[in-house]
């Protein structure tokens, strides 16, 4: 009872399999799902400003059973990490097209 391959072999990958596939990286398998997760978060700011008002305001109301608080919760800290994300992105714009100096915002 020989086998046909030799029992170490069926440990390793087999080379054709791996010839054609791209190699992966922990920053680029991160990265496609950290950018859809972020596209999934809201289509605007303004949209993810608006969901995170009602969501406050359903937390505030203490009407809400203990797991759809902590689902509130959570996505409270998503919507809340995005809008950070974009107000951060629109403050690096404005930086870099005031020459790098970010000037006082005069909203009078």
Request: charged share 20%; hydrophobic share 40%.
């Amino acid at each position: 009872m020989t086998p046909s391959t030799p029992p170490s072999s069926s440990l390793l990958p087999d080379p054709a399999d791996t010839a054609t596939a791209a190699p992966k990286t922990a920053k680029s398998a991160r990265t496609p799902k950290a950018s859809a997760d972020r596209a999934a978060v809201a289509a605007s700011y303004e949209e993810a400003m608006a969901e995170l008002e009602r969501l406050v305001a359903q937390l505030d109301a203490g009407q809400l059973p203990l797991d759809q608080l902590l689902t509130h919760y959570q996505r409270g800290a998503q919507l809340l990490a995005f809008c950070k994300s974009r107000l951060e992105a629109v403050e690096n714009q404005i930086q870099l097209l005031d020459g790098e100096q970010l000037k006082p915002w005069d909203a009078a």
